[in-house]
């Protein structure tokens, strides 16, 4: 069965997905349009869950459906903005009033920049703390009420292994992902007597969009070639 037990018995619920432009990826794609991040979704939508997906680069619009091929499951898509509290908070609330419930929280936005600290722009500075932390805080604050009224909740936060260790040029990426695996722990003992878990995920390199984009700026940080970063 394609169903894993603990969650058989929850096929009516809504997972929300935060973040779907900048994936986490393996095999090969279902559809090019698609957001790499939707795998994770359709993953879920194959266990009987229905699936928002959220992210800034909507490939034909604002917001889009995309049928999964289980059951009628679909994949929906928006294109709200990251790093507005106030856009994460609309997403929640849109998820809540369509579906009725968000079960399964998915926190996965992430931008990158590397410099040395002295030379770190001011702006992208802020944006990676607003769009890799502040927008998990604000989804969470957004659905955890529901979750705790229906007793139930699952939240995943996306952190990094730059939320155990530091790397040099990267000091607003680290500091970001430290604080969600801070705010996760937080959450974990909050949330325990409610039925709501939450858990950080912390990969290594994977060669994502956002991996790829970053090789430059370190190659140039570092005073190496490309390839030697890789």
Same mark, same amino acid.
């Given at each position: ?78 294109? &709200? ?19 009725? &419930? ?19 722009p001011a702006a992208k500075w802020e944006a990676i703390l607003a769009i890799n932390l502040s927008h998990a805080y604000y989804a969470i604050h957004a659905a955890l ?86």
């Amino acid at each position: 069965s394609l169903r894993p037990p603990a969650l058989a018995w929850w096929l009516a619920a809504a997972v929300w997905v935060v973040g779907g432009a900048l994936a986490l990826r393996s095999g090969p794609s279902l559809w090019p349009q698609l957001p790499r991040l939707a795998r994770l979704a359709l993953g879920l939508a194959g266990w009987g869950w229905s699936n928002p997906v959220d992210g800034p680069n909507a490939p034909n619009g604002d917001r889009q459906h995309f049928d999964t091929g289980y059951g009628g499951v679909t994949v929906r898509y928006s294109g &709200a903005d990251m790093g507005k509290g106030d856009e994460v908070v609309a997403l929640v609330r849109a998820a809540e009033a369509e579906h009725g &419930a968000i079960d399964i929280l998915v926190n996965n936005a992430g931008i990158q920049f590397v410099a040395p600290i002295e030379e770190f722009p001011a702006a992208k500075w802020e944006a990676i703390l607003a769009i890799n932390l502040s927008h998990a805080y604000y989804a969470i604050h957004a659905a955890l009420p529901g979750m705790r009224h229906r007793g139930f909740g699952r939240i995943v936060n996306l952190a990094s292994a730059h939320g155990l260790v530091a790397s040099p040029y990267k000091s607003a990426y680290v500091m970001a992902k430290h604080a969600v695996v801070g705010l996760t722990k937080t959450l974990a003992l909050e949330g325990a007597e409610h039925g709501i878990t939450a858990n950080a995920i912390c990969p290594g390199y994977v060669l994502t969009p956002l991996v790829e984009a970053q090789i430059p700026e370190t190659a140039k940080a570092r005073g190496i070639t490309e390839e030697e970063v890789i």
